[in-house]
């Protein structure tokens, strides 16, 4: 089933790839005060980012707001940064290259704006006593039902514009995202989640198109084969599962962001692409939350990790980043 999105996403990489370079525009935005003042309204009123780390440096940002746009194409990028050297232009331009493809393959028909805050603020993981929140962890946000996209972590930023970009999907976001409480409290009890954490299954289902997007365009771009990308994709995934399973000692699982989906659930999925990218789209809910408790393999994780920890670690042990190739 691979072979199929590999094939559709380079037969539009081929078809597009030159409309792209030879239309796109790289300029100074003309309006960046409003873009600035409504982008700091965003990030004071967001529950994913309500800090003042992200206030205080688009405050640093007044006089470099970069727009990068195709004339008569309803996508545009918008990048705060303070500095931004010439090859982070170059990976702007592929990653809105990737965002065009996947606009056109979904039949996509709204504006889109994607405002990116590269701030190199880390993420990091919460103290022992402490559970995840999304100071920790998130790096973005959107409203499926607008017209904006906003990035404000450095980190991994390619991959969390996927992200993002794929809430606007319907046929993948809304079809999950609505999930009944018997649903949900069937996945909390197989899985030993809190009655308190609201648990959303479905931005595990988002997290796994973003990396499998993520992998096939690197795939095609730099001429590498997908199987070796995902393989390597789902031992570092491997890896990420037992160091959160450590630090919640195996015990019940609480959080105030979306730990357990992003990570959890996208592995799942990752582990077992094959089989998942045969269900059909819009997804049934029943047969979703089945494939997730039937496919889930805790000892098989963890004995596989134990047997060979250093198979995993391809990034610091410290690192809490949801991908291993989600920086190309």
């Not at 009655?195 to 289902?205: D, H, S, Y």
């Not at 269900?279 to 060979?308: A, C, Q, S, V, W």
Request: hydrophobic content about 40%; proline content about 3%; charged content about 20%.
């Amino acid at each position: 089933m691979s072979k199929y999105y590999i094939k559709n996403i380079k037969k539009n990489y081929v078809y597009y790839d030159n409309y792209i370079t030879n239309n796109i525009i790289i300029e100074n935005a003309d309006n960046k005060y409003n873009l600035i003042q409504n982008f700091t309204y965003e990030l004071q009123n967001s529950k994913f980012s309500n800090n003042s780390v992200y206030t205080d440096y688009i405050e640093k940002c007044s006089n470099y707001v970069i727009a990068i746009y195709i004339k008569d194409i309803p996508i545009k990028f918008f990048i705060y940064s303070k500095k931004l050297p010439f090859n982070e232009l170059i990976k702007l331009t592929k990653l809105y290259k990737r965002i065009f493809i996947l606009y056109k393959l979904y039949n996509l028909n709204k504006v889109l704006n994607f405002h990116l805050l590269l701030c190199p603020f880390k993420r990091f993981m919460p103290n022992s006593n402490n559970h995840f929140d999304s100071i920790n962890i998130n790096g973005g946000f959107t409203y499926p039902n607008g017209n904006n996209i906003y990035i404000y972590r450095y980190d991994e930023y390619s991959k969390v514009v996927l992200h993002e970009f794929i809430h606007h999907i319907s046929i993948i976001n809304d079809s999950i995202f609505m999930l009944n409480n018997y649903n949900i409290n069937k996945l909390k009890t197989f899985f030993n989640i809190s009655n308190t954490t609201n648990l959303l299954p479905g931005e595990g289902v988002v997290e796994f198109w973003a990396c499998f997007y993520n992998l096939l365009f690197l795939s095609v771009e730099y001429c590498l084969p997908f199987k070796t990308l995902i393989k390597k994709e789902t031992l570092f995934a491997i890896n990420q599962y037992n160091k959160l399973r450590k630090f919640n000692k195996y015990k019940l699982w609480n959080e105030k962001t979306n730990v357990f989906s992003y990570f959890i659930i996208k592995l799942i999925l990752l582990y077992n692409y094959e089989k998942f990218l045969k269900l059909e789209l819009p997804y049934n809910h029943d047969t979703f939350i089945n494939f997730i408790m039937n496919n889930y393999k805790k000892n098989f994780f963890i004995n596989l990790y134990n047997r060979n920890p250093d198979k995993f670690t391809y990034k610091s042990k410290k690192s809490i980043d949801f991908m291993l190739f989600s920086s190309f």
